[in-house]
């Protein structure tokens, strides 16, 4: 499966801040600043103070995604920016406003994995690892 340019960036620079602890902000969690900072082009969104990625085209997630289903209905996006300047929790830089946004669940647990829905397609958004 091919693998886009920016996702293939994104997935780089998330190994290189599990590789690398030093230099990420706030305690060890990565930032929307720091992704930014990475990847212009990043497609992440900010809920309760962690980042999460889309995920859904990187090749090593398709059959685990086969798995997931919804869970619980988190929220909705509340701003769309790629600004790291005022990037807050309900913030993305894709996603449009209003966007709702579940958890997903595989074996009935809940993962750190999100699922999103726009215009009939399904996304997954997977949380930043600490750094």
């Not at 920016?6 to 190994?15: D, E, K, R, T, W």
């Not at 449009?96 to 009939?120: F, H, M, Q, R, W």
């Amino acid at each position: 499966m091919f693998i886009s340019k920016s996702n293939l960036l994104l997935l780089c620079s998330l190994l290189l801040f599990i590789l690398s602890s030093c230099g990420v902000a706030d305690d060890g969690i990565i930032t929307a600043k720091d992704v930014i900072k990475q990847d212009s082009e990043a497609d992440i969104i900010q809920i309760n103070g962690f980042i999460y990625s889309n995920m859904t085209e990187l090749e090593w997630f398709q059959e685990r995604k086969e798995k997931l289903i919804k869970h619980t209905l988190l929220g909705e996006t509340q701003k769309q920016s790629t600004s790291s300047f005022g990037f807050k929790d309900w913030t993305a830089t894709k996603l449009p406003v209003g966007t709702k946004i579940y958890s997903a669940s595989e074996n009935g647990l809940e993962l750190d994995i999100l699922i999103v829905e726009v215009d009939d397609k399904v996304f997954y958004y997977m949380k930043f690892l600490e750094g």
